[in-house]
């Protein structure tokens, strides 16, 4: 299997902070915690839906076990068809259901309902639950697509800056997801400030 690799530092202004990579390498790494640093805000960028099932899929099944709630804010996907994806990946997911340790959400919702901050008041709250339960941490894929379909460019920029790149607490990890057909819709100075304000960026493309 071919190694990821980091952007050559003469071509981006951001290379000690991106990394390529097929969707099995990259969700490998990170079940490993070789990739997610405890603490960090992160950016996904995928090609495909299967990319990001690939990685979300075997990140589960991997940290479920291991005491760490999972949070997915699902945009392109239904709820049901996240269960089955899970499920096929071998993620006991009724378990992890009813223990309160994986949820699936509609992202639309969570990012746009009341505030766009719903999300991240999910993932708060189930901190609070780390804690008291004594649980690894949780992490929180967020699929930000729905600031796209509302054209809600400005306010995404504005969510996105409003998180820290590195939380104070390390229990929390976040990787906020964008379909690449998303992302390639940002001007380049707006690209670059998400690849500087995250903490780590990951590039995933299968073709």
């Not at 997610?36 to 495909?48: A, F, R, T, V, W």
């Not at 990012?111 to 992490?139: C, I, N, P």
């Amino acid at each position: 299997m071919d190694s990821i690799k980091q952007e050559n530092s003469k071509n981006h202004p951001y290379s000690d902070k991106i990394v390529h990579g097929k969707s099995l390498q990259i969700a490998e790494i990170m079940a490993e915690k070789r990739l997610i640093e405890p603490g960090s805000h992160n950016l996904l960028i995928y090609n495909d839906l299967k990319t990001f099932r690939e990685i979300y899929s075997q990140y589960s099944r991997a940290l479920l076990p291991q005491n760490e709630i999972v949070v997915i804010g699902t945009q392109y996907e239904a709820i049901n068809d996240v269960r089955n994806t899970l499920r096929l990946a071998g993620v006991d997911i009724e378990r992890y259901l009813n223990q309160g340790t994986l949820f699936i959400v509609d992202a639309q919702h969570g990012y746009q309902d009341a505030d766009s901050h719903g999300m991240w008041k999910l993932a708060m709250s189930l901190f609070t639950r780390v804690k008291k339960e004594r649980r690894q941490g949780v992490t929180w894929f967020g699929d930000a697509g729905s600031f796209f379909s509302f054209e809600k460019i400005e306010e995404l920029m504005q969510y996105e800056l409003s998180l820290a790149q590195k939380y104070d607490e390390d229990a929390i990890k976040t990787v906020c997801s964008y379909h690449l057909k998303d992302f390639e819709k940002l001007n380049e100075i707006q690209k670059q400030t998400l690849f500087d304000h995250h903490f780590k960026s990951m590039l995933v493309k299968n073709t």
